[in-house]
Each structure stands twice: as C-alpha cells, then as structure tokens.
C-alpha cells in the first residue's frame, strides 16, 4: 500500500483529526533526505497497522483517561483485606506506596533489574515493580512492613543488624524479602549459592559480604521462615 493510498484508507475509515498530519508527512520534498523519508515511512506504517480503537482514542485526552477506568481488586496484604479500585496499568509497587502509603518496599530502577521492590505473593519473592497490581487479584502480599510481629522482629531482620547487612538501608527490604524466598526455595545451602540466587538484589553500598553472612545464619540456624 503506497502511503497515499493508506491515508486515504485512514480518513475514510476514522475520519481523523491527524489527518492533516499525514497529509503533510507525504508531502515528499524531494530535498528530503533519505533517513528522514525512513522516519516518515515508518510512522505512517505504524498507524496503518494500529489498531482503530487506538488511534481514536488519540483523539482527546478523556478518551485516553476513558482507557485506563478503575477497576476492583481484593488483595490481602500483611494479614489484612483490602477490596481497592485501581487503573488496569497500576503496578504493584505503585499501589504499595502510593495508594496504600506502604513505603518499605522501595523503588529503584522501576523496571526488573535492582530488587528493590521485593515482596512475596502467596510465599514466593517478586519483583513488584513487574506485576501489575490486578494480576494478583484474590491474592496474598506480604511486604516489609508485614515480617515483623509486633515488636518481635522477623529472624531475617535481627540478622541482618547483627551482621550490619546495610549501610544506607535503601536496598534493605528488597534484601531481606529476597532472602527469606532464597530459603524457603532452597537455595541457600552455600555461601556460593546465596550470593548466585541473590544476585538480583543489587546493593550499591556494597553490603554483600554482611548480607550473605546473615543469610546463612539464618539458614544455619534452622528457624522457620
Ligand atoms: S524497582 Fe523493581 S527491580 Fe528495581
Ligand atoms: S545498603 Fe545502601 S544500597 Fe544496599
């Protein structure tokens, strides 16, 4: 299809605003270079093959909004129900400490590559920055926050003070959510196997020799966690 032809193909079909727009990438100057008549191919080939809901949805800005309506979540999270509305494209993470203020789970890279964001779903350690917040509907979190009982610490964080596993603690709660699955996966019998299964938790501190040497206590010392 010459890219006449698919705009013509566009306005009969959505009768778009951006029309104008096509009109004027076609208009091939022939001083253009020909990287820029690469660029303007490529955009008029991504809009041919959208999808017509999308590109109406360009139209206006409630359109857009219109996209991303609420919808409902259960969740349990530290023991508590929550019955929540949120935006389909709403992370995890971002409902963690945005809509419910629970700021220990932290936000580092925000996209799959620090561990910072660590929390368990139904026992098993995620990064929460990966997962959006309705694909773990009717299910159970534990973050940070939800270790701890009352004033009695979780094993894993007295170990990690006794063993001084931080430094400016940014990493801290990712570090000790992902421990705590390294274990319970069965992956901490050697020093050697805690730092290759902890490896997604990253430290600039550099904190990980202490990390690891809490880490085996802890598996070492045959509590359940
Ligand atoms: S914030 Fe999720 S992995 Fe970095
Ligand atoms: S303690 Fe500072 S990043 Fe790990």
């Not at 400016?168 to 290759?196: K, L």
Request: hydrophobic share 35%.
């Amino acid at each position: 299809m010459t890219q006449s032809a698919i705009i013509i193909f566009l306005r009969q079909a959505e009768g778009l605003n951006l029309i104008h727009i096509l009109i004027s990438m076609n208009t091939h100057n022939k001083n253009d270079g020909r990287r820029d008549f690469l660029k303007k191919s490529t955009a008029l080939a991504a809009l041919a093959i959208a999808s017509p809901a999308i590109i109406k949805a360009g139209e206006n800005d409630e359109n857009i909004a219109a996209w991303f309506e609420k919808v409902p979540l259960e969740l349990e999270i530290n023991g508590q129900a929550y019955k929540l509305s949120v935006e389909p494209r709403v992370t995890l993470l971002d409902l963690l400490r945005e809509q419910l203020g629970l700021t220990g789970t932290k936000k580092g890279c925000d996209h799959g590559q620090c561990g910072c964001c660590t929390v368990h779903v139904d026992g098993k350690r995620i990064n929460s920055c990966l997962s959006l917040a309705v694909m773990n509907h009717g299910k159970k979190v534990t973050t940070i926050e939800g270790l701890a009982k009352g004033e009695e610490l979780h094993p894993m964080q007295e170990a990690f003070m006794k063993h001084d596993g931080f430094q400016c603690g940014y990493c801290t709660p990712g570090q000790i959510m992902s421990a705590i699955g390294c274990i319970r996966e069965g992956h901490a019998n050697t020093a050697e196997d805690v730092r290759e299964y902890m490896s997604g938790n990253i430290c600039r501190c550099g904190a990980y020799p202490n990390i690891v040497d809490a880490i085996m206590e802890v598996k070492n010392g045959g509590k359940t966690v």
